[in-house]
């Protein structure tokens, strides 16, 4: 496709619930982000992915958050057992690595609500 | 931490008028980036400063950066309502990471 696609767009799910968030990155681009966005803040740094290293959990608040992807192409981020402070929006990015100069190009976001 | 901090954290210009917003962050860096999000989307790469640049112009964007005090600017020039959107620094920094990171954002309204 011509830009990372997010799906869904918008959750609203039940404390306590599982959810799983879909991401295709940009065709080609080995490296991949999810990053968490609360309402009028900035954001915040979850995982990165970059091709079949070991992927940077570092960002990943708690145990309850885990991330996979599958060679170079969609990434799945899941929260159990969710939160009312999980909600918030849910960025993926993807960046082509190796070109000298790392920019990322983002997707729209999945917008998660916790009731 | 978040490395970068950008201020204001809010700026309204009348249309027209030119917008300035700062960014500080913490640590040496590869590069500084700018990227724009518009209410409801995703963030959009606007512009890139290598460490070794100290300014740089893209049509009506001009970004300035100052390693000895760890900071930049963005100034938008001839303002345009089409330019309201939050603002983000972003640090490449120099741990090989290959990781941005970014400030908590200025949230710009053009009044036209």
């Known amino acids: 496709g011509a830009g990372v696609s997010q799906s869904p767009s918008n959750k609203v799910t039940e404390k306590g619930k599982d959810v799983e968030l879909r991401c295709d990155p940009i065709?080609?681009?080995?490296?991949l982000y999810w990053y968490r966005q609360r309402l009028g803040q900035g954001l915040e740094f979850l995982i990165y992915?970059?091709?079949?290293?070991?992927?940077?959990k570092s960002g990943l608040p708690s145990d309850r958050f885990s991330a996979e992807r599958t060679g170079e192409s969609v990434s799945t981020l899941t929260i159990q057992r969710t939160q009312q402070e999980d909600s918030a929006v849910y960025l993926c990015?993807?960046?082509?690595?190796?070109?000298?100069?790392?920019?990322?190009?983002f997707g729209n976001g999945t917008r998660l609500t916790v009731t | 931490s978040q490395q970068g901090e950008e201020d204001p954290q809010a700026l309204s210009i009348q249309e027209g008028e030119n917008a300035t917003m700062n960014c500080s962050y913490k640590?040496?860096?590869?590069?500084l980036q700018w990227y724009r999000q518009n209410s409801g989307r995703g963030l959009v790469h606007l512009i890139l400063i290598r460490s070794n640049e100290r300014e740089k112009h893209s049509g009506r964007l001009r970004v300035t950066l100052d390693t000895s005090k760890k900071s930049s600017s963005l100034l938008i020039t001839a303002s345009r309502a089409a330019d309201t959107a939050s603002y983000f620094c972003a640090t490449d920094i120099n741990t090989g990471a290959n990781n941005l990171f970014f400030g908590t954002g200025t949230r710009l309204t053009v009044i036209p």
């Open positions: 990015a993807s960046s082509q690595i190796g070109t000298g100069l790392l920019s990322l190009h």
């Open positions: 065709s080609g681009h080995t490296a």
């Open positions: 640590t040496s860096i590869n590069n």
């Open positions: 992915f970059q091709g079949n290293s070991a992927p940077d």
